[in-house]
């Protein structure tokens, strides 16, 4: 029997913390693992030591599985030595090159969603994953375990969806394209997600405007109102596999293919999805580099949906530069707003148009090709505006919302960014430009962000204004701009690129 | 400015605790990096987060790092971002299938040692080298930069050294090839380790005679006196990559050839070895399953030797069951003595004398094929338990220590495991009789262990004698006894091993 001491931090896995002479004297190893008794359940823990916090006779349990299993600071609670999890074997297998089984990748995912594996061994997985791959029955398997892990929600009618493989700043279509789709009277449930390294995820987006943050139940009750909602899936439990291996893959910058598929294919077949159509931004800086590339994944993404009863199309769009003119929660809110106030920027627009022209066709609300066009006439005649404002009364926010309102949460502090030369913007760096807007403070602070003045191909004076730079707070505002004159996200350079004297090949 | 609150964890890696609001505040995320600077150096520190053990305006640092920057308890310290180490880069190309240059694996290795990357991303290397692997250029320069990170030790005369890649339990022969070869007028400085999964490691064995743990300095003190020692090689700090690998390495079951490869050669090189014979048990239950794959390790065993200017000679021996009688520090110890003064168990004098006598000839001090016979004469001539007892000496133990001395230590607690039937030994499992040493409480317990009383061949009659189990405390000793029963380590059959009746093609 050991005494409880909660710890209150937040690691991705279950572990406990043992007197470094207790583990020795139990032949404990670090890493090992030991089943824990609480008053309402047991848990899979892994034994970490210490040499003073926790005392002899001591175990030290981190505050969420303490909660979890019902025990509290005093309690005295037993423990029994478990082996490795039988995924574990399953990991090796990929790393060896093998093809792993529905009943193997189906204990993978039980193991990552009950946290008996670790965050170590989830890296092997993923790091598997990345050097052996996966083929399409194994990315198939993945998704449907994903499927099967997490919560679903079913519609009655039939439903359809947009997902963006994201890797632009500033893309803000999402709230443009559902309320244009929910308006031409088909079903549109769409979860987000919110920022993980860019200024702001559609989730940061929408919270500017109402809650996003809803059950399953809340759900469908905004939905049966309106035909949409816009709500951060995080909050739904959806694919707790895939919420579970992000925090690997994202420390690790690593992406790889199975599990990309198997995200996306499972968080739209988690919400029912019948017809989704995956925007693909393509070109240097996104994270499709050509459409070479970009073909050959919509190749699988069709595949996966077709095995898994989803009807799945690719838009391929120009993703170099920025969409529209704001990055950050409050000025990307503004800027969607606006357009759906017939303020628009033409980016922002076509790219929105474009991307509910290919729902209303499949949703046959539009004839073949009359999609975008007809996308364009709801957006005009303000019935996606109307309907946006139902979606906001919905789920909790202010209906009557204006762009003075919001505009009265951007931040206060700013720095115009000018331009040293005169000449053209050749290249805006999705990464750089969107580290900027990152330090200014977004999406944390829901009024910083960047807004751009010239795009790519505009003709800018020396001394004219590239950007603005909004913060809420001083040292933040400093910081960035400090970052934007290291980095130098918008480049102007004049007509003569590169000037290559005769000397160049060595002759004289 | 943040106040320090130490947290005394053991944690594989570098990493602090922000209060939750503060780091969403400062825009970072957990598995972010920040630079923490104190008043004697700066770490580079990843970021986990807490709700309440932290307050705002805090920072939890575990106690291991708040050493090594000179903080305490309500020290105010700065930190910075710092972007993600380059060795991420290399990592990422390794699992991508590429070569790594031997600037990357510096980067790799430097990373690793100064803790600047994660347990999570030392998996991911540890995977890729598992699935990806590397070529010989790659392991040798891994070799390399493990031996530059490390200490290294240089001896004036030509130095010999022995490894096994271990795996098989009772493994007592290191006790009796040392001092063999030192009597013979060899140097062999030999650093072991302790055991990680099996019930003894080299070292825990020779710390039952004398203390293990010596400093550079004092290793060359003992050995110019004996001509060897026979230390722990964690207390050296040789090759402190290879021992924060096998903090991942060990927890996933892994053990990729590159890193077996460079985790061997960089110890052997550190401590200036010219020779080196490697044992390789080989067999079922052994690591090295049959003398193809033996072969095929030695090969590149003998080629990294090569590159590294060191000769190395491998020996496949025998690994299907323990070697000698015994299992558990101090068992093993008394077989030891036992068999330096002449009361030996074939097996371990066999072994034993084979392998030095590899060493005897390569140093000139027998003639070819006349070493094993050489090493016997010493060891039957009482040099060797001679030389045992100098080292001892030379290492602060009692060099009059007797195997009465040792059976004083023996557990008292004992449980005599007998035969269910009349019939043969027909195989011990390695993992499973180890398993009961260890459930006993070998290693921590010095007195815990397994007595085989039959080995494989050997005829036992129903209730039998088929080993014993000594434990220092009498709840361990039940524990062993329950797992014996249940994986009955040690199969006894009759000469009829399988019963295959007509009926078994399904006729009639």
């Not at 009618?157 to 803000?172: C, I, M, N, Q, R």
């Not at 409050?330 to 920027?345: K, M, P, S």
């Not at 009359?370 to 979606?391: P, Q, S, V, Y």
Request: proline share 4%; glycine share 10%; net charge neutral.
């Amino acid at each position: 029997m050991l005494k409880v001491k909660t710890i209150d931090i937040d690691f991705g896995a279950v572990e406990v913390v043992l007197n470094h002479n207790d583990a020795l004297e139990f032949g404990l190893n670090p890493h090992d693992r030991i089943r824990v008794k609480g008053k309402c359940g047991s848990v899979v823990a892994i034994v970490n030591t210490s040499e003073s916090l926790i005392g002899e006779g001591e175990i030290g349990i981190f505050t969420e599985i303490a909660k979890k299993i019902c025990v509290r600071n005093g309690h005295k609670i037993d423990y029994e030595r478990v082996g490795k999890p039988e995924s574990l074997g399953a990991i090796k297998k990929k790393l060896d090159g093998g093809k792993l089984s529905q009943e193997e990748i189906a204990s993978i995912v039980g193991d990552i969603v009950s946290k008996r594996i670790t965050l170590v061994e989830m890296s092997a997985f993923v790091a598997g994953l990345q050097a052996v791959g996966m083929d399409l029955d194994e990315a198939e398997h993945l998704t449907k375990e994903m499927v099967a892990a997490g919560k679903t929600i079913n519609f009655e009618a039939e439903t359809f969806d947009k997902h963006s493989l994201g890797g632009v700043p500033g893309d803000k279509t999402t709230l443009i394209v559902v309320p244009i789709v929910a308006a031409a009277g088909l079903l549109i449930p769409k979860t987000s997600s919110r920022s993980i390294t860019s200024p702001a995820g559609t989730a940061d987006r929408m919270e500017v405007f109402a809650p996003v943050e809803h059950d399953i139940n809340a759900i469908k009750k905004i939905v049966n109102k309106t035909n949409a909602c816009i709500v951060w899936g995080g909050a739904v439990d959806l694919s707790p596999a895939d919420d579970a291996l992000i925090k690997v893959e994202h420390p690790l910058s690593l992406d790889p293919r199975p599990l990309l598929l198997a995200s996306i294919m499972s968080k739209k077949k988690s919400v029912g999805s019948n017809f989704v159509v995956i925007d693909m931004p393509t070109g240097e800086g996104a994270k499709i580099k050509d459409k070479k590339e970009a073909r050959d994944l919509a190749r699988d993404l069709i595949e996966i949906g077709r095995r898994l009863d989803m009807t799945v199309e690719c838009a391929v769009t120009y993703g170099a530069q920025p969409i529209g003119d704001s990055m950050g929660p409050a000025l990307e809110a503004r800027e969607a707003l606006n357009t759906l106030e017939g303020n628009g920027t033409p980016s922002v627009i076509e790219k929105a148009t474009a991307i509910a022209g290919i729902i209303l066709e499949a949703g046959g609300v539009a004839g073949k090709g009359k999609g975008a066009e007809k996308a364009l006439e709801i957006l005009e005649n303000g019935e996606a505006l109307k309907k946006f404002r139902e979606i906001i009364k919905a789920q909790g926010g202010n209906p009557n919302v204006t762009v003075e309102d919001i505009e009265k949460i951007i931040g206060k502090k700013k720095k115009v960014i000018i331009s040293g030369r005169s000449g053209y913007v050749t290249k805006i760096n999705n990464k750089a430009i969107g580290q900027v807007a990152k330090t200014a403070g977004a999406p944390h602070d829901k009024g910083a962000g960047v807004l751009l003045h010239a795009k790519g191909g505009t003709r800018v004076k020396k001394g004219g204004a590239l950007y603005t730079i909004y913060a809420e707070q001083g040292f933040k505002l400093k910081e960035a701009e400090a970052l934007a004159l290291k980095t130098k996200p918008v480049l102007v350079e004049g007509m003569l690129l590169e000037d290559i004297p005769p000397t160049f090949l060595g002759r004289h």
